[in-house]
């Protein structure tokens, strides 16, 4: 009984040590073994199969991120480009406003002190 607790308490600290399960002991017949052996074979292949599936999904989700991000990089500089476009014509269209807006405020002027002149 003792050399029983003694064997059973090993296995428990091996089990802690390593991680690996301890082996059991048998139960069953070997026909038995062998068909939950051909059991857990068959699900650990339909395990891999899913998981398959799963990383090829996955792969093409990347794949199609990867691609946006190109067009997102590309659409990137091309709104740079134009911003930049725009800013340029701002500029001009605000330097020939201030040139507009001193020629008719000189017009006005002078047509004011014209009138002034006439009037009196």
């Known amino acids: 009984m003792l050399e029983t607790a003694m064997v059973q308490l090993a296995r428990y600290m091996v089990e802690a040590l390593t991680g690996v399960p301890a082996r059991r002991e048998r139960q069953g017949t070997f026909d038995e073994r062998v068909a939950a052996a051909a059991e857990a074979l068959q699900e650990a292949s339909h395990t891999v199969t899913d998981l398959e599936g799963e990383i090829a999904a996955r792969r093409e989700a990347v794949e199609r991120l ?49 009138v002034t002149l006439l009037a009196q």
């Open 66 to 114: 990867e691609q946006q991000r190109k067009v997102l990089d590309v659409d990137q500089e091309k709104l740079e480009a134009v911003a930049n476009l725009l800013n340029q014509e701002m500029r001009a269209d605000g330097r020939r406003a201030l040139w507009i807006g001193i020629g008719s405020n000189a017009l006005f002027f002078a047509l004011g002190v014209l």
